[in-house]
């Protein structure tokens, strides 16, 4: 059996092109609940004119072609250059839109030798790299789906490492038409360096050897000779001047609009190229923040685009310390840990499972001191020896030639940063008694549940239901990334109606139940290749570039220039791609918070992770009253649970309690020596996260040639539901619980428990030289002149 990372690749199937009825349908259905009943019936009237127009017609038949000739048709030549992803423009008037993880803590943090942030940061590269080499030798397990064992496209992986988002004119006559792409180094394996941001000074670290036919990459330094390093680099950042420091802070320029960025790039580039390609052909940046974030508003805030501080009229914060056009991770100086990247060119289930592996193998570190390899995630990846007559690298300082006009434009780029961080707030909470559990109970899907949650909430304090995205994974086609599903419809409109009307409780769980299901089935047919969003977007991409694809389709009937096509260009699209809420679901136990910015500047963007008995909630927005969002919220669920008792009675229910993670937080204070937090806080890890990794060997081998090996019925797979929330209740049934105690020891390849026992006496103190071992309803009526009358080009 193929077992290479990208052996499935070529038997996934295609992402089909959507019929024009059912995208037509799907569209009016998305808009209903957002527009007046006058634009309504406008929409109505032009519904038949879609499906019958011969430009419509024309551009599908191009799409069709397309799908003929590529892996994926939304990345041809043509289409894929407009087509917006979860953000529509890029940049605009709110935060960077770079999603987030904020990592669970280290499992020694609440110790009496905590780790440091150099220690921490050295384990997670260390681990990061282990997870490159693997990639790159295409022996990482490939990613399957839990419920059906079927493989998914790891084509998002290329994209993890060594690569950078850079803007480009589309069109050199028109400096507005702006787009993105991706520069990657000239060969996938040629990136051996990391780039390391401190005090916004930016350093250059060679972390791998050359890659060798037989033997491939080896990594350079050990952890105690890489933590090493990474402590030179903070006190040299801390010794240079504050003014100094200011003057090469050159990361804010990758928070500015498109149009901006690309001429400050260009600009930046004419002296400065060296170092530019340093920077974008990085496996990836370590941004060492020099703050100490403790509570969960904060943590979210650093991680997410750190801090804005002025001292004496100068930027001191950790903003500036940021390349937001590629993959981060953040330590803070009190080693709270986490992940940024682009959205544009790297998947959000690509980057869980990334972070979720890293994490596990950092946490992994203590079996190793044991047994070596044993204990890794993927196949050993030697460290060149201390004693080796090879010199290892040393670390460089990337000085920046900035003429006066580049250093303008980085301090408007900074305060502009300054004033959006200043105008946004993140909000962070907690819902108990309140997962996949009770929505079990339920029999609803527990995403579902949330997003009607949501809307009803959102219903409660505006009277009005918003255009709302949900993002969901499309990865079971070949090459295929995300689909967006809009959340509103009608049956969602009458559940927020019916929710705050004197209905009785049985009437308002109706109501709530119905909407859930179909929201369900709603997301079920989006993975399915069934959405619309994606194709809407083709369509109108395809229109844009007609010339283009006149000549890259000669043989086809042309395009014609004189008719605009129906609805695609409609004034009420834009309320599709200017979404108020932007809410996206992930579900790991390696973290403890998860984001997302707002997609328009009015707007919210709420991240949520679901655990059985809890769901942890992240809601970011712009002068809007965020707290009181999320207290609604709380209120909104509480009622949802009693309407829904009352509607059933007869099912016998009590309090759930605090998840087992949260529970072993709140008391861990109570140890104070190593091996008690280290054994209690294993407990807290689910086994199967360890024992059924993707990147650990399936135990099963094929017994014939024709025999497939399925992955095991606990299987989990790290990051597979950042986007795919239709898998929930599947994964609730069929995989261990995320925060239970271990289970099935004995039968356990890695037996974390009995390691972590050994761990605490034979630890050595060469690679963890810190750690000493101690033994009436309202209307929906949307304002005609907030919708653009024009044609908008979207690109990300």
């Keep these: 059996m193929d077992n290479g990372t990208f052996d499935h690749e070529q038997a996934l199937p295609k992402l089909p092109v959507p019929a024009l009825v059912s995208t037509a349908e799907q569209i009016l259905q998305s808009l209903k609940p957002i527009v007046s009943p006058e634009e309504y019936k406008l929409l109505v009237a032009q519904n038949s004119d879609f499906i019958n127009s011969k430009t419509i017609r024309a551009i599908q038949a191009r799409l069709v072609r397309s799908y003929e000739k590529n892996d994926c048709y939304l990345d041809a030549e043509g289409i894929s250059t407009t087509t917006p992803g979860t953000y529509g423009e890029l940049r605009g008037k709110t935060l960077p839109r770079n999603p987030f993880f904020v990592l669970e803590d280290d499992p020694l943090s609440k110790t009496v030798v905590p780790p440091t942030q150099a220690s921490r940061a050295s384990a997670l590269i260390r681990s990061a790299l282990r997870f490159a080499c693997a990639l790159r030798s295409e022996v990482l397990k490939p990613d399957v789906s839990p419920k059906s064992g079927n493989p998914l496209t790891m084509n998002s992986y290329h994209n993890l490492f060594g690569t950078s988002r850079i803007p480009y004119e589309v069109d050199a006559r028109n400096r507005q038409k702006i787009g993105i792409s991706l520069k990657k180094t000239e060969s996938y394996n040629d990136s051996r360096h990391i780039i390391v941001i401190s005090n916004s000074q930016f350093y250059s670290l060679e972390v791998l050897t050359p890659n060798k036919k037989d033997i491939g990459h080896k990594l350079w330094f050990s952890r105690h000779e890489l933590r090493q390093i990474l402590e030179d680099i903070i006190a040299d950042s801390e010794s240079t001047d504050i003014i100094d420091r200011t003057r090469q802070s050159v990361g804010s320029v990758t928070t500015e609009s498109k149009s901006t960025w690309n001429y400050m790039r260009i600009k930046l580039a004419e002296e400065n190229k060296e170092q530019l390609d340093l920077i974008d052909s990085a496996l990836f940046v370590v941004c060492l923040d020099h703050e100490s974030p403790t509570t969960d508003d904060e943590k979210v805030s650093?991680?997410?685009?750190?801090?804005?501080?002025?001292?004496?009229?100068?930027?001191?914060?950790?903003?500036?310390?940021?390349?937001?056009?590629?993959?981060?991770?953040?330590?803070?100086?009190?080693?709270?840990?986490?992940?940024?990247?682009?959205?544009?060119?790297?998947?959000?289930?690509?980057?869980?499972?990334?972070?979720?592996?890293?994490?596990?193998?950092?946490?992994?570190?203590?079996?190793?001191?044991i047994n070596g390899s044993n204990y890794t995630l993927w196949?050993?990846?030697?460290?060149?020896?201390?004693?080796?007559?090879?010199?290892?690298?040393?670390?460089?300082?990337?000085?920046?030639?900035?003429?006066?006009?580049?250093?303008?434009?980085?301090?408007?780029?900074?305060?502009?940063?300054?004033?959006?961080?200043?105008?946004?707030?993140?909000?962070?909470?907690?819902?108990?008694?309140?997962?996949?559990?009770?929505?079990?109970?339920?029999?609803?899907?527990?995403?579902?549940?949330?997003?009607?949650?949501?809307?009803?909430?959102?219903?409660?304090?505006?009277?009005?239901?918003?255009?709302?995205?949900?993002?969901?994974?499309?990865?079971?086609?070949?090459?295929?990334?995300?689909?967006?599903?809009?959340?509103?419809?009608?049956?969602?409109?009458?559940?927020?109606?019916?929710?705050?009307?004197?209905?009785?409780?049985?009437?308002?769980?109706?109501?709530?139940?119905?909407?859930?299901?179909?929201?369900?089935?709603?997301?079920?047919?989006?993975?399915?290749?069934?959405?619309?969003?994606?194709?809407?977007?083709?369509?109108?991409?395809?229109?844009?570039?007609?010339?283009?694809?006149?000549?890259?389709?000669?043989?086809?009937?042309?395009?014609?220039?004189?008719?605009?096509?129906?609805?695609?260009?409609?004034?009420?699209?834009?309320?599709?791609?200017?979404?108020?809420?932007?809410?996206?679901?992930?579900?790991?136990?390696?973290?403890?918070?998860?984001?997302?910015?707002?997609?328009?500047?009015?707007?919210?963007?709420?991240?949520?992770?679901?655990?059985?008995?809890?769901?942890?909630?992240?809601?970011?927005?712009?002068?809007?009253?965020?707290?009181?969002?999320?207290?609604?919220?709380?209120?909104?669920?509480?009622?949802?649970?009693?309407?829904?008792?009352?509607?059933?009675?007869?099912?016998?229910?009590?309090a759930i309690g605090s998840s087992r993670a949260r529970e072993l937080e709140d008391t861990v204070d109570k140890f104070d020596d190593v091996e008690s937090h280290v054994n209690k806080f294993i407990k807290s890890l689910p086994q199967e996260l360890i024992n059924s990794n993707n990147s650990l060997e399936y135990k099963k081998k094929p017994t014939s040639k024709g025999d497939s090996v399925a992955a095991p019925s606990n299987y989990i797979l790290g990051g597979y539901d950042y986007f795919n929330v239709g898998e929930l209740e599947s994964r609730s049934n069929q995989l261990t619980r995320a925060n239970s105690t271990l289970v099935s020891r004995s039968g356990s390849a890695t037996n974390l428990k009995a390691l972590a026992d050994q761990a605490v006496t034979t630890i050595s103190e060469k690679d963890e030289s810190n750690v000493k071992v101690h033994s009436p309803p309202l209307s929906s009526r949307s304002n005609k002149n907030s919708i653009g009358r024009k044609l908008v080009l979207h690109s990300e």
Excluded at 330 to 357: P, Y
Excluded at 465 to 472: D, F, G, K, R, Y
Excluded at 602 to 631: H, N, P
């Design 302 to 369: 650093c991680i997410s685009h750190g801090t804005t501080r002025i001292q004496k009229g100068i930027q001191v914060g950790s903003c500036t310390s940021r390349w937001y056009d590629k993959l981060q991770i953040i330590v803070t100086k009190n080693a709270v840990a986490g992940v940024a990247w682009e959205s544009t060119s790297l998947d959000g289930t690509s980057v869980l499972r990334f972070i979720s592996d890293v994490y596990t193998d950092s946490v992994l570190r203590l079996a190793r001191q």
């Design 379 to 654: 196949p050993k990846a030697d460290t060149v020896k201390i004693d080796s007559e090879v010199v290892k690298p040393t670390f460089s300082k990337l000085s920046f030639n900035l003429s006066n006009e580049l250093f303008k434009g980085l301090h408007l780029a900074e305060t502009r940063l300054a004033d959006l961080i200043s105008q946004h707030e993140y909000v962070t909470t907690q819902i108990p008694n309140f997962g996949k559990t009770f929505a079990s109970k339920m029999q609803v899907s527990a995403d579902s549940l949330f997003q009607v949650a949501v809307q009803i909430s959102y219903y409660a304090l505006y009277g009005k239901v918003p255009s709302t995205a949900e993002p969901i994974s499309l990865r079971r086609f070949r090459k295929a990334r995300t689909e967006i599903v809009s959340v509103q419809r009608d049956s969602v409109l009458k559940a927020c109606q019916v929710f705050i009307s004197q209905f009785s409780p049985e009437e308002k769980w109706e109501y709530v139940a119905l909407a859930c299901n179909e929201h369900a089935k709603q997301v079920s047919q989006a993975m399915k290749g069934k959405g619309f969003e994606r194709h809407l977007s083709a369509l109108r991409s395809a229109y844009i570039q007609k010339d283009l694809l006149a000549k890259l389709y000669p043989d086809m009937e042309k395009i014609n220039d004189n008719e605009i096509p129906p609805l695609i260009f409609d004034p009420a699209i834009d309320f599709l791609y200017q979404t108020e809420l932007l809410i996206a679901n992930c579900g790991n136990p390696a973290l403890n918070l998860f984001g997302v910015t707002p997609s328009i500047a009015s707007g919210f963007g709420i991240g949520y992770i679901i655990k059985d008995e809890s769901i942890s909630v992240v809601a970011c927005s712009q002068w809007r009253q965020t707290k009181r969002f999320l207290t609604t919220l709380k209120k909104v669920i509480e009622e949802i649970k009693n309407d829904w008792a009352k509607a059933h009675p007869e099912i016998k229910t009590k």
